[in-house]
T-cell receptor
Framework: TQLLEQSPQFLSIQEGENLTVYCNSS?????LQWYRQEPGEGPVLLVT?????EVKKLKRLTFQFGDARKDSSLHITAAQPGDTGLYLC?????????FGAGTTVTVRA | DAMVIQNPRYQVTQFGKPVTLSCSQT?????MYWYQQKSSQAPKLLFHYYDKDFNNEADTPDNFQSRRPNTSFCFLDIRSPGLGDAAMYLC???????????????FGPGTRLLVL
């Protein structure tokens, strides 16, 4: 079983602050995906990173894939209340996904 | 526009009373997955269908069964729900074809199950 560890488990910040969520594994993944899940809804894909060292930006969100393809990070700049949710990283395991435990992010207005 | 539909959104059942959750998709995807998610935890894969082939995860209890009568529909049956089975149940789909970039899993909104 390929395990993904996310940290921190919970994060509460004030609107306008920056935050970083980490996703680490001892296994190499061909790709990592980041999902955001809002309360009472299913996860929605934010981004897929494929190449070691890759950096992708999605408006205020920056995703990085480690050179060894074992870890990833998500950085949010100037967080807004709409960024509140559960952030999940998931490693590609053939056509199945191995999910991390998630980081619950709360952005206070 | 709904692509993965789950019904009902909320289900209340009694301890030991069988319950069925349903999922339908308009994407014509080959693979349909069922996940169990407990509060603020990662989704846990229970099983999936690749076309008609059923694939059970090793640690999925026998209490959980699934049916896929056709491409569009997939059902999760809980034969004798216990209090510990209260959770959000998520259905997801994907094409199942390996390609670059990796395929996406599309999730439904989930069914929240309450066991009394």
């Amino acid at each position: 079983t390929q395990l993904l560890e996310q940290s921190p488990q919970f994060l509460s910040i004030q609107e306008g602050e920056n935050l970083t969520v980490y996703c680490n594994s001892s296994s190499v993944f061909s790709s990592l995906q980041w999902y955001r899940q809002e309360p009472g809804e299913g996860p929605v894909l934010l981004v897929t990173v494929v190449t070691g060292g890759e950096v992708k930006k999605l408006k205020r969100l920056t995703f990085q894939f480690g050179d060894a393809r074992k870890d990833s990070s998500l950085h949010i700049t100037a967080a807004q209340p709409g960024d509140t949710g559960l952030y999940l990283c998931a490693g590609d395991n053939d056509y199945k996904l191995s999910f991390g435990a998630g980081t619950t992010v709360t952005v206070r207005a | 526009d709904a692509m993965v539909i789950q019904n009902p959104r909320y289900q209340v059942t009694q301890f030991g009373k069988p319950v069925t959750l349903s999922c339908s998709q308009t994407l014509n995807h080959n693979v349909m997955y069922w996940y169990q998610q407990k509060s603020s935890q990662a989704p846990k894969l229970l099983f999936h269908y690749y076309d008609k082939d059923f694939n059970n995860e090793a640690d999925t209890p026998d209490n959980f069964q699934s049916r896929r009568p056709n491409t569009s529909f997939c059902f999760l049956d809980i034969r004798s729900p216990g209090l510990g089975d209260a959770a959000m149940y998520l259905c997801a789909t994907s094409t199942g074809r390996r390609r670059v970039p990796p395929e996406t899993q599309y999730f439904g909104p989930g069914t929240r199950l309450l066991v009394l």
